[in-house]
């Protein structure tokens, strides 16, 4: 839409003040929404406040439109995205005076008030299975919340991706049948195209003009998206199972399989003439297949060694084109880490011949975030973050000197190991503002540690004064590092 240009405004020595629009239309609130949202994108990288405070008004704007307009599909379906695209972004959420999770819950609230309209548009069936995968990683983070309480978020997640799937193959399968109808027909030069009016008939029908909702057509790769993310909801099912100490059943495992084997056999077809989209289709089949393997192995289904082979097999494939791509490498490395914590949390041989495969699976994991750092084109964030898991690996490597793991080049390494680690978390921090805190939190832990003399039982209390935090959110993070196999059990007691 055409945006009037107010730079005249300039030269007038008193500028006249704005006149508050008139809002009559549920097309006149859509605008204005439209606005909000604008320049809430505008502040969003430098004042993260300020660009919630648009959301913010943006959201309003449509709440205001939905009472004069209730079943106006656009209204809601934009009101509800709004809170999808805030929970995408860590900086905007820390600006909120609610928890994450109560500013998912609102979303999914809008979205289903959408859904409530037109309870078949796949666009808002897609949205609202996204945010309930957010609300379902929340809850999972959440000591105090049933993890069943996230597999049922998931599974709803994945009956609306399934219905918004079935939609969307309908709509491809009409698309496609209508192109070959029309191929088929002889095509004259002088005939309009079907459905097109003369703004001269128009006029003379007397009818006035009335907006209407474009509905996108559906293609392969919108079908090639949705599976897509049909496997990643998979995919985070598999990791809180993973995380969770609740007992799994192997009529779960199975199912997982056969309903992922059906998404890669429609990939498999679709992706033919999509050649740009095989690098994504594989790194996601990746992902998934690690995350399946993990909870092969804590399930007792795998052992360690076919674990590892199967994992390396996954992301070595062709399509994958690893060394060149940031993501892949990144997620290569977050795999290998995923195997390391899963043989250190659950051993099933002795835990030396363990240490071995750890050691292995973390230089890897290093060497791969290396690569990954060193790709030209990425941002900051995407640096800090390859930093950050960096540190993360080297204290790992770092903790392999202990019982019972008794590494013996981990211990002949361990100090190198603590500086290493030291400075990717300061690099992290340096790199990214939302990294700040942790990686700072972190680098004192590991500074702290290389201050311990050997047997010295480590103080919490000096880590809290030291990183001049809040003790209760300092203690939090301990326990997090503790959990991601960052720092050793009983370091701190």
């Not at 430098?46 to 309003?60: L, W």
């Amino acid at each position: 839409m055409a945006r009037r240009n107010h730079k005249d405004h300039l030269k007038e020595a008193k500028p006249k003040p704005k006149k508050e629009r008139k809002l009559e239309t549920a097309s006149d609130f859509e605008d204005a929404a439209s606005e909000h949202e604008e320049a809430a994108g505008k502040w969003r990288a430098g004042d993260a406040a300020k660009s919630m405070r648009f959301f913010q008004r943006a959201i309003d704007t449509y709440d205001q439109g939905l009472k004069a307009f209730p079943q106006d599909l656009d209204l809601a379906y934009n009101k509800a995205r709004i809170f999808l695209e805030v929970a995408e972004h860590p900086a905007l959420l820390n600006e909120l005076n609610e928890t994450s999770l109560d500013w998912l819950q609102r979303g999914l609230e809008a979205h289903r008030y959408a859904l409530n309209v037109d309870a078949n548009n796949a666009d808002t069936l897609f949205n609202t299975s996204q945010i309930l995968t957010s609300i379902a990683e929340e809850i999972a983070n959440d000591d105090d919340v049933s993890d069943e309480e996230a597999f049922k978020a998931l599974q709803e997640a994945m009956d609306l991706q399934q219905r918004c799937l079935g939609i969307q193959e309908m709509r491809l399968q009409e698309s496609l049948a209508q192109q070959k109808l029309a191929a088929q027909q002889p095509q004259e030069a002088s005939t309009a195209p079907a459905g097109a009016e003369s703004s001269t008939e128009q006029e003379a029908s007397g009818e006035e003009y009335q907006d209407v909702t474009v509905i996108e057509p559906v293609t392969h790769e919108t079908v090639i998206d949705t599976l897509l993310v049909q496997l990643r909801t998979l995919t985070t099912f598999c990791n809180v199972r993973s995380a969770s100490s609740e007992s799994l059943s192997p009529e779960w495992l199975q199912g997982a399989e056969e309903r992922s084997k059906e998404i890669l056999s429609k990939l498999q077809v679709l992706s033919q003439d999509q050649l740009e989209k095989l690098p994504e289709i594989a790194l996601t089949k990746a992902v998934f297949s690690s995350a399946l393997l993990e909870v092969g192995y804590r399930s007792g289904n795998l052992d360690a060694a076919t674990y590892k082979t199967e994992r390396d097999t996954v992301f070595a494939i062709p399509e994958l084109k690893l060394e060149a791509s940031h993501e892949a490498l990144v997620d290569n490395a977050r795999s290998l880490i995923s195997f390391s914590s899963a043989l250190a949390e659950v051993q099933y041989t002795d835990a030396q011949s363990l240490a071995i495969l750890r050691w292995n699976a973390l230089t890897e994991s290093i060497k791969s975030l290396k690569m990954a750092s060193e790709i030209q084109g990425i941002d900051n964030d995407e640096k800090s973050t390859s930093h950050m898991m960096r540190g993360d690996c080297s204290l790992q490597l770092h903790n392999l000197q202990y019982p019972p793991w008794s590494h013996q080049s981990a211990a002949a390494n361990a100090a190198q190991f603590l500086k290493n680690a030291l400075v990717f978390y300061r690099n992290a921090k340096a790199l990214s503002a939302d990294a700040r805190e942790v990686a700072g939190l972190r680098a004192v832990v590991a500074e702290y540690i290389s201050t311990l003399k050997e047997g010295q039982s480590a103080d919490i209390m000096a880590v809290i004064k030291s990183s001049n935090g809040d003790p209760a959110w300092v203690m939090e993070q301990l326990e997090d590092m503790v959990a991601d196999c960052v720092l050793p059990p009983g370091l701190f007691e």
